[in-house]
């Protein structure tokens, strides 16, 4: 009787608490797990950063934080992105000096244009440098300066795209319906040129065809329509290889 009355008489914890205890714990973890996301963001922002210090080699003296370094306190994301825009525009700039030289040096910058986008470096080639109007076969003159290009492109590490677009006149040949099909015939043609003749790594290249949907001028005047019709080379911008499909 004395043992039963110790064991009725001990106290009890109230059912509540346990509740209130698997709250407390599952509100623990839950900020646990955001603040382990947090700082695995920080890393991979900081990775990223250390991978593009130094490409194409004038990245020396940047103001981007080293990701050796500590972060600091606070900082503002959209800076840092400003930052690596300013830095990759000026790897572009570099480039695109560079392939004007090189195009100078070998006399064939008057077949070539060469522009700075935000999107990269356009390599652009005047109306019949490579083709015929309304053809899709290379005009045998191309050969040097798709070589040339081809020297330039196996030297950097850039995802690049070649673009065939058209003026508006309308084509409707059983070989070409349409200016999709014959933007897109001449960029593929381009494309393995740079494949089979340059020897660029096919993972690197990318074709498209615009028909006359992305204009530079006017179609009103023969000038206009003279100028749309081209074939361009983008060299992209490094952090757009990421939207690229995984290699």
């Known amino acids: 009787m004395r043992r039963w009355m110790q064991d009725d008489d001990a106290p009890r914890q109230a059912p509540w608490m346990n509740t209130y205890a698997d709250m407390v714990t599952l509100l623990l973890c839950f900020f646990v797990l955001l603040f382990s996301m947090s700082v695995i963001e920080i890393e991979k922002f900081q990775s990223v950063m250390s991978s593009l210090q130094g490409a194409l080699g004038i990245l ?3 103001t981007i934080p080293s990701p050796e370094g500590p972060m600091p306190d606070s900082f503002d994301p959209g800076d840092l992105v400003a930052q690596l825009l ?5 790897q572009m700039t570099e480039l695109q000096h560079a392939i ?8 064939l910058s008057d077949k070539v244009a060469v522009s700075l986008e935000e999107r990269g470096v356009v390599i652009r080639f005047a109306d019949t440098v490579l083709f015929d109007i309304g053809q899709d076969t290379l005009r045998p ?14 030297n950097i590490d850039n995802p690049v795209r070649i673009e065939g677009h058209t003026d508006n006149w309308p084509i409707n040949t059983p070989q070409f319906p349409s200016n999709w099909e014959l933007s897109t015939a001449r960029a593929t043609r381009v494309v393995r040129f ?17 028909g006359e949907y992305h204009p530079i001028d006017s179609n009103l ?7 749309n019709r081209r074939v361009d080379i983008v060299i992209l911008r490094p952090s757009l290889s990421s939207a690229e499909p995984n290699q």
């Open 60 to 62: 020396d003296g940047g």
């Open 86 to 90: 300013m830095q990759e525009m000026a």
């Open 100 to 107: 004007e030289e090189e195009l100078k040096g070998s006399g």
């Open 141 to 154: 003159e191309s050969r040097e300066v798709l070589l040339k290009v081809g020297e330039i492109i196996k």
């Open 194 to 210: 740079l494949i089979e003749e340059a020897g660029i790594d096919p993972r690197q290249l990318q074709a498209a065809g615009y």
């Open 221 to 227: 005047t023969a000038e206009g329509r003279r100028r």
